[in-house]
């Protein structure tokens, strides 16, 4: 089903999957984001970049509806998303990770996705109440689409073990399975390499690729790690105290004097 | 105007007094995020404490008018109030030790619960003796005593099983647990308060001369109330000096930004923490023990109830954790008990306290003073 | 088809059980005991609505008889107040006969329900501003002002309440039946929601509200459906309790009753629909057994308390549950086989 | 749906067993016709909570009288069991150890409660299982209207009322403000007839403000009755708030006299308001160390050496409960609820030591009620009213 969206929109509708208008966010007389304009084509796997505190996760809230811009659009597919509510938000196709795991902890695998996977329930409350066959056709539904992204995401094996129980890695992986669930249109992936060794990099790096490409997701990821992001980024926009400074080819943004002097120091 | 003015002195005054309570209550969840329910009950304790003092431990003399036993008598009045205040804040460090602790820590049920029983039984036995044998009431006495006893013992051959379910399952507790904690601590001293006190409602005489002073237009201040609204600011005074000049107090500030980090910044948590129960304690004896004293109402172990809800009342209003919050909550509280009560609306008072303070809330849910913080994300 | 039949079965067998258990209970039964147990019904009503709103969703509401208050004040206004005043123009209300006494009841439960479920809605909405320990005394601050207004109004008998509300007698062999008819259908109505995907949201709502909001969790709708269901479940024990123990004053619903309720739910494992019986069983009947303490049972049941919390911080279940099948464990099974 | 059902058969098995438990204590108790050891008697009080000194007094006063007519060898040659409860000063839990007392215990008659809020709870189930009740100080008069087995040995509020709107009037106030508790039934209902029967004579009602029981502060509705001039004021209450309630008064310069009713009467007035109510008055049942009456001066000596301190009027209904269940007992045609209830319905000109005990058509008593007067520290007897002078 996601992808029959995924190409209806596509074909229907030319036009950019995300696009931030001059977007600014002050908390109190400091702007954290400041006069942003970023634009996400349908299929692209974009890069977010910055050295730290320069308002990358900010840019994250603001698309996904924690916090309302000071000022600006934000327009998923055409359409303004600034103000609405992140569950309005999130049901019409954004979904997110975080960058410090928020997993339900005390649920098992299963669970998690399973709740991710609720926005595509046809039961109303009343079934769940009555456990009716509606009900009892859906759920099971949910929970073989659920147990199928488990297992394109090698997640199966622990599918019935609670969430915090298991080792950071996976953790992490359970927090893509989980976006994935809701079938999003754009996946933004807030540090999904955090405290990952070399190793568990590379294979997060296949992992990316593969469910971009089995999902036909859009990603935008931020990312500290700059092999990763190198590594399969098609584009990458570079933030520093809350502006853009640079965004390109990975390559050129590797030779770009301003990101270098952002990161290095003048 | 007259009758205004009047009522405006007296929500001053019972402001002062719940700005007194909410104190405690406010830094218990500046540095622990605690509801802190027993607070209440810690200042119906220091009550009966001036009870305790005023009519059996200490000399105080009839008042007549030698002048020499009046003088006599505040300075008792001065020693009951330490006393009080002493007291009660070594209850809130065992409150603090005995309850609280062990959950924040995950201990469950240490060794230190079976010694501390053990020396509070004889206190609670010599106070619960005075009491019921006077009145011909003690026939359950032994009884009781024996159960508790056996209870102990029992207790003490179960530590194995304690330790063993302790071990298996603590997990981080919740705020839930912690509330509920502090509400059977608070039910604890309450119901010990029957035990230990008795059930009748006690009465503290007239220790210390009172005065009625008429200031502009016929309004009246009366001595005791005046005594109770500067002890009140004194206190608050002292309190803030601690909390912003004083080591402890800068500790205090920082676990209420952040516990971990002042964990690792080398403050002992856990003695700033029981430094914050006594001073909180301290305040809710004092209180307690001037209106005893001062005001002669009834002290009963329920005593510390309605006053600590609506001190409490008072924290949130001004934001609990916050200092100035209290105070100001306090008067708020005070104020508007002293209008709505003087109004026909007068039984709805206490409707009303709790109206603001759900409005308050929803306008602005930290309370007036607090700081909203907003989740990372 | 097979599982409709199932069902009607045991829709029927719950039926006639519970009418042959309150009519034996009734005739053989001392009234002391009668009494006890259906006070145990109305409170497990109770715990396992307040675990709805408490456990499962994770909002912290603490004022739970303020719900329990509206409903029996609601439910005892219909039978003393207002069925006489339209029981002349429509005398199929007249009470007396069994139709008459269930017709009466059906309507003092829906009344007292609905307005349990709206005080519900009006005190959830709160809940989307205030988390945790604010949230908490709001809570406790409607139901202090429930209180008060009860003490106030004349109507309903001031501090006095209201006594000798009518049992509703031909139906009075039936309190047993009524109260755990109510009791099933709570604890039910707690697992079928639990169990389904969309429950599962409501979990995701305790564990994590962010979270749940990003993964398009209306965290809005559901803390109020919960918050609506479980008050007018709460309401519905307030209609049983003022019928079956025929009295009813403020001091009932005080703040110590929100208390109490509170502990159960706590006490049992927050979370645990098994817990919040169990404990709220225990928690009727333990003072009961401890009566001939006197007041010391108190003094116990304190310590115990803190005992508890302190080695036991989960509660007797945790969020485990007793009698729920495993249908979680089975589903991998079966996709085992179809793959 | 099987876990509902082992649930549901939990729940069965559960109440199986407290069924089964109940059954049994049924099969002991009534041995069979005849078979009766002693005559069960039940007595409910509050021996704990907000109001324990007054359940206390009754109690205690109750048992005296048992034990007195169980010493003079018992009714019928059966000694009288008295089997008591505690209701924690809870309506709620007054209802469930009534319905024990009278279950479990199988009592004949139940007698019970000073305070009316439960007396009121109580008072349906022992009209429901036909159970004479007996209430030695319940006031209000809504208690002895739930029914023909409800019986009061002490006058109503609206008597007392009355009396002291009479006494107000007599006394020459013009304008008297008033003072309740809200949450007290008792004051609610005194203020309410006081008010209606004061104007009827005559006097105006300047105003009327409310505290809780429990409350601490008075000074704003004090000051609020200040500002009506008032003559005097009425504060139907029970004494634990009375004497701080005269203290603050007097603190903001209310001075007139207080008024007050049968809740004042406790040795701890004093101790809690000073000299606070030196010269205030209040009514109370006709029980004084005042009284040169040798029956009275007997139950203060006889109380005193048992319970080691003076009786109050509380403990001395009490006692004539106590006496009057006994001597119908010994009027009953058969130790059944029935025959006890109608010896206690003709009870006529029994000999209490607060009056004689006639019980009217209404099963109430008809009293009188005496004013007393406090002086320093003192009360002082300062007048009787007969239930005759109220009617005229």
Redesign the interface.
């Known amino acids: 089903m996601a992808t029959q969206t995924a190409e209806d929109g596509g074909a229907i509708r030319i036009m950019s999957v995300l696009e931030m208008r001059d977007v600014t966010k002050k908390f109190g007389g400091l702007a954290a984001v400041s006069g942003l304009n970023l634009v996400v084509e349908p299929g692209e796997l974009l890069g977010l970049i910055g050295p730290n505190g320069a308002g990358k996760t900010t840019v994250f809230n603001l698309i996904t509806g924690v916090y309302k811009p000071s000022s600006g659009d934000v327009l998923f597919q055409g359409m303004r998303v600034n103000g609405l509510r992140p569950c309005r938000i999130a049901s019409s196709g954004i979904c997110r990770t975080f960058q410090n795991i928020r997993l339900f902890k005390q649920l098992n695998v299963l669970d998690n996705v399973r709740i991710a996977a609720h926005l595509h329930t046809k039961a109303n409350l009343l079934d769940s109440i009555l456990r009716n066959n509606r009900l009892m056709t859906n759920d099971r539904e949910l929970t073989e689409f659920s147990l199928m992204i488990l297992r394109s995401l090698k997640l199966e094996d622990v599918s019935d073990q609670r969430s915090s129980d298991l080792p950071y890695g996976l953790q992490r992986r359970l927090e893509i399975a989980r976006a994935i669930a809701t079938k999003p249109r754009l996946l933004l992936l807030d540090e999904p390499a955090a405290g990952m060794n070399p190793q568990e990099k590379v294979e997060l790096m296949e992992l990316v690729r593969s469910v971009r490409r089995d999902y036909q997701l859009t990603i935008l990821l931020i990312e500290h790690d700059m092999r990763v992001v190198m590594g399969i980024c098609e584009r990458i926009y570079v933030l520093d105290y809350g502006e853009l400074i640079a965004e390109g080819k990975p390559e050129a943004i590797r030779k770009d004097p301003r990101v270098l002097s952002a990161y290095l120091g003048e | 105007m007259r009758?205004f003015i009047?009522?405006l002195i007296?929500?001053i005054q019972?402001g002062s007094l719940y700005a007194l309570i909410a104190l405690g209550y406010t830094m218990v969840?500046g540095v622990l995020?605690l509801?802190n329910f027993a607070h209440g009950d810690v200042y119906m304790v220091g009550a009966y404490i001036g009870f305790y003092a005023c009519t059996y431990w200490l000399p105080f003399q009839r008042l007549s008018a030698d002048p020499h036993a009046t003088v006599m008598n505040i300075i008792l009045a001065v020693v009951v109030l330490l006393l009080s205040m002493l007291l009660c804040g070594v209850l809130g460090v065992v409150i603090e030790r005995f309850?609280y602790r062990?959950?924040r820590n995950g201990?469950?049920?240490t060794d230190a619960h079976f010694w501390g029983f053990a020396i509070a039984l004889p206190v609670a036995f010599h106070f619960h003796l005075f009491h019921r044998l006077?009145?011909?009431?003690g026939r359950?006495l032994f009884g009781?005593m024996w159960?508790l006893l056996i209870g102990m013992i029992v207790g003490y051959a179960l530590r194995p099983v304690?330790r063993w379910?302790?071990l298996r399952?603590?997990?981080s507790?919740?705020?839930?647990?912690a509330?509920?904690?502090a509400?059977?601590?608070s039910?604890?001293l309450?119901?010990?308060g029957?035990?230990v006190f008795g059930?009748?409602?006690e009465?503290i005489?007239?220790m210390v001369p009172?005065k009625?002073f008429k200031i502009l237009g016929?309004v009246?201040i009366?001595s005791?109330?005046l005594a109770i609204l500067v002890i009140s600011l004194l206190l608050m005074l002292i309190l803030r000096h601690i909390v912003l000049y004083t080591r402890t107090g800068k500790a205090m500030r920082a676990i209420s930004h952040d516990i971990d980090a002042a964990k690792m910044m080398g403050i002992n948590t856990d003695q700033v923490i029981s430094v914050t129960f006594a001073i909180g304690g301290a305040l809710a004896g004092a209180g307690g023990m001037m209106?005893g004293v001062l005001?002669?109402?009834?002290i009963?172990p329920?005593f510390g109830?309605?006053?600590g809800?609506k001190a409490?009342?008072a924290a949130?209003i001004g934001g609990?954790g916050n200092i100035p919050g209290a105070v100001l909550g306090g008067i708020i509280m005070g104020v508007a008990?002293?209008?709505?009560?003087?109004?026909s609306f007068?039984?709805?008072?206490?409707?009303i306290a709790?109206?603001i303070?759900?409005i308050i809330?929803?306008v602005r849910?930290?309370g007036l003073l607090g700081r909203n913080v907003t989740?990372?994300? | 088809m097979r599982i409709l039949m199932l069902r009607v079965i045991a829709i029927l067998v719950t039926f006639i059980g519970l009418y042959m258990l309150s009519q034996f209970v009734t005739y053989q039964m001392d009234p002391y005991y009668f009494q006890v147990l259906i006070e145990c019904g109305v409170y497990i009503i109770l715990a396992v609505s307040l675990n709805l709103i408490n456990g499962i969703t994770g909002q912290f509401s603490i004022g739970h008889a303020g719900f329990f208050a509206v409903g029996a004040y609601v439910g005892a206004a219909w039978t003393m107040i207002w069925q006489p005043m339209v029981v002349e123009r429509y005398s199929f209300l007249q009470m007396g006969t069994l139709h008459g006494d269930i017709l009466n009841l059906l309507i003092a439960l829906i009344l007292g329900m609905t307005s349990a479920g709206m005080a519900g809605f009006v005190v959830g909405l709160p809940s989307l501003r205030l988390r945790g320990d604010y949230l908490a005394i709001a809570t406790l601050g409607f139901a202090e002002v429930i209180y008060v207004l009860l003490l106030n109004i004349n109507s309903v008998g001031g501090a006095r309440g209201l006594n000798g509300i009518p049992t509703l007698i031909s139906s009075g062999n039936l309190a047993l039946f009524w109260v755990f008819l109510f009791v099933i259908i709570s604890i039910v109505l707690s697992r079928n929601i639990m169990q389904s995907v969309r429950g599962l949201t409501w979990l995701s709502v305790r564990e994590d509200e962010i979270a749940a909001d990003a993964m398009g969790v209306d965290t809005t709708k559901v803390k109020v459906t919960a918050f609506v269901i479980g008050s007018a479940l709460a309401g519905a024990a307030g209609v049983l309790y003022a019928h079956f123990l025929t009295g009813i004053s403020p001091d009932i619903f005080s703040m110590n009753t929100s208390i109490l309720i509170t502990t159960m739910v706590v006490l049992g494992g927050s979370g645990s629909v098994t817990g919040s019986v169990i404990a709220a069983i225990v928690l009727i009947v333990l003072p009961e057994v401890l009566r001939f303490l006197k007041n010391d049972r108190m003094v116990i049941y304190s310590v115990l308390l803190i005992v508890m919390m302190l080695t036991r911080p989960q509660g007797i279940f945790g969020t485990k549950e007793i009698g729920f099948p495993k249908w979680r464990r089975k589903q991998p099974k079966t996709e085992g086989r179809s793959a | 749906m099987k876990g509902t059902y082992m649930l549901a058969t939990g729940i069965l098995a559960v109440s199986l067993v407290l069924c089964g438990y109940g059954c049994r204590s049924h099969g002991v108790k009534i041995g069979g016709p005849g078979g009766l050891q002693e005559i069960p008697v039940g007595d409910f009080s509050s021996l704990t909570g907000d109001t324990a000194t007054f359940g206390t007094s009754t109690h205690n006063g109750l048992a005296l009288a048992i034990e007195q007519a169980n010493a003079a060898g018992g009714v019928k040659n059966l000694p009288i069991k008295l089997y008591t409860e505690d209701d924690q000063s809870m309506p709620d839990v007054a209802r469930t150890v009534v319905t024990k007392l009278i279950t479990e215990d199988h009592v004949i008659a139940v007698v019970g409660e000073v305070a009316s809020t439960r007396s009121l709870a109580a008072a349906p189930i022992c009209q429901q299982y036909k159970i004479p009740m007996i209430t030695p100080a319940s006031t209000n008069p809504a208690v002895t209207q739930k029914g023909d087995y409800i019986f009061r040995t002490c006058f109503t509020d609206d008597f007392q009322a009355a009396v002291m709107a009479h006494f107000a009037h007599d006394q020459g106030y013009k304008r008297v403000a008033v003072f309740k508790d809200i949450r007290n039934d008792y004051s609610i209902g005194i203020a309410k007839i006081f008010e209606a029967e004061f104007t009827k004579l005559g006097g105006t009602i300047t105003g009327e403000q409310t505290y809780q029981e429990g409350d601490t502060d008075f000074k704003a509705q004090l000051n609020t009755l200040k500002g009506q001039n008032p003559d005097a004021v009425l504060i139907p209450g029970y004494y634990s708030e009375v004497g701080t309630i005269a203290r603050q008064a007097r603190e903001i310069g209310l001075n007139v006299p207080l008024l007050g009713c049968d809740g004042w009467d406790s040795p701890k007035l004093i101790q809690a308001a000073g000299n606070a109510l030196n010269g205030c008055y209040f009514s109370d049942h006709y029980f004084s160390k005042d009284i040169k009456d040798p029956a009275m001066q007997k139950f203060f000596a006889d109380y005193k050496a048992k319970y080691g301190y003076t009786p109050d009027a509380l403990a001395a209904l009490g006692f004539d409960a106590g006496n009057l269940l006994v001597d119908a007992l010994k009027r009953a045609k058969s130790l059944t609820p029935s025959d006890l209830r109608d010896a206690l319905a003709t009870t006529k000109d029994f000999p209490g030591i607060t009056g004689k005990i006639t019980i009217d058509a209404n099963r109430n008593a008809r009293k009188a009620a005496i004013i007393m007067k406090i002086v320093g520290e003192k009360k002082v007897l300062y007048k009787v009213y007969t239930p005759e002078e109220i009617d005229q």
């Open positions: 009758i009047q009522q007296f929500g019972l969840y995020s509801i309850a062990p959950l201990l469950g049920i006077s009145d011909g009431a359950f009781i159960f304690i379910i302790s399952t603590v997990l507790p919740s705020r839930l647990n509330l509920i904690t509400i059977g601590v039910l604890l309450e119901n010990g029957w035990l059930p009748n409602p009465f005489g007239t009172e009625n016929g009246i009366n005791s109330q209106v005001t002669h109402v009834q009963t329920l109830l309605l006053p809800i409490f009342v949130v609990p008990e002293a209008f709505v009560g003087g109004s007068s039984t709805y008072r206490d409707a709790f109206t303070l759900i809330l929803l849910p930290a989740e990372k994300v």
